[in-house]
């Protein structure tokens, strides 16, 4: 995965994958603990050993927005997890400025989908060093018809429909320090409950399914990975220019359990009931359904349809050497 994500990055450029390094501004999360504070300090020094750096810690996406206006030339470094960065692309998007950034990213979420799909390291400090001695790739991002935007994933049914069950689970748990074990139980339960969606899929104008037949997920992946390292599509690339998308019909309870085994395995692709396809663009509709769009939920929706945006904005991606192993 790492070799062809390598060999498409460095085919698309337009330009020489030389590394130009500017100053750099590093936003975090003002309600960070202590540790992790400790942890943006010390990549912030790591990076400081070669350029000048400002942390700036933000609140609210207001903030955010603000500080992004002020960028200027410099580099653009997040520290925090799938939702940090998304928030972070989608303000640059929305601002007009994203095509012009260089992102580089400091893995400091639970998950880390992305981090792990791009073999960033999660270690601090050597993913410090990809920002400074890795390679600049051209990275696609999908923006749907509402003007939102996807940089890892969005997936809907069973995974979407554990993050709903997950919320009252979580609130109960937090009571006792064990918030973070909702998330599990919430997949238990989802896994158990959900009987699938009549939805209608079309990638690129190729009907994967009609609305005929209930589905139990629709993965679109621009990065491979979801909830902490599950790859729901595989072999999804975010600089080859396309979405990868999967559609499974495992909706009876046995095939349910296989699929959510054969899905940790990464092995869910080669089922029977499981169809993939690569496309620039995604629809989907049929009955209400919430979706999970790197990480947050939105819905209830009838439709949704989500297009590429090849070679959206710049980012620093680990070399051969410095990538994290799966």
């Not at 158990?192 to 997920?217: I, M, N, P």
Request: net charge negative; proline share 3%; aromatic share 4%.
């Amino acid at each position: 995965m790492l070799t062809d994500l390598a060999e498409v990055s460095t085919r698309r450029l337009s330009r020489p994958t030389v590394l130009i390094m500017k100053n750099i501004v590093l936003i975090t999360n003002v309600g960070s603990g202590t540790h992790d504070e400790e942890i943006v300090q010390s990549a912030a020094d790591r990076l400081g050993e070669s350029l000048s750096v400002e942390v700036v810690a933000t609140c609210d996406r207001g903030e955010l927005d603000t500080t992004l206006a002020a960028l200027g030339d410099r580099d653009l470094v997040v520290a925090g997890g799938d939702g940090s960065l998304h928030m972070a692309v989608a303000s640059l998007h929305s601002q007009g400025i994203l095509h012009d950034t260089r992102v580089g990213l400091i893995p400091l979420g639970t998950g880390n989908d992305f981090a792990r799909g791009a073999h960033i390291p999660l270690d601090h400090l050597e993913a410090a060093d990809v920002i400074t001695a890795g390679r600049d790739c051209w990275v696609d991002i999908l923006v749907d018809d509402s003007g939102n935007v996807v940089v890892n994933a969005a997936h809907i049914g069973v995974g979407a429909d554990a993050g709903i069950e997950a919320r009252a689970w979580k609130a109960a748990l937090n009571k006792v320090n064990l918030g973070k074990v909702g998330y599990a139980v919430g997949a238990v339960v989802a896994g158990f409950k959900t009987t699938g969606y009549h939805l209608k899929v079309v990638a690129d104008g190729e009907v994967l399914t009609d609305g005929s037949r209930r589905v139990l997920q629709v993965g679109v992946g621009n990065g491979s990975r979801i909830g902490g390292g599950t790859r729901l599509t595989p072999d999804a690339n975010p600089t080859d220019g396309f979405a990868n998308v999967i559609v499974s019909f495992a909706v009876a309870p046995r095939d349910r359990f296989l699929y959510g085994v054969h899905l940790k395995r990464g092995t869910h692709d080669e089922r029977g009931d499981v169809v993939t396809a690569r496309a620039r663009q995604v629809e989907v509709s049929g009955e209400p359904f919430y979706c999970n769009t790197d990480g947050e939920l939105i819905g209830p929706l009838r439709d949704r349809t989500w297009t590429v945006q090849p070679q959206a904005f710049r980012m620093a991606l680990p070399t051969a050497s410095q990538a994290a192993d799966d």
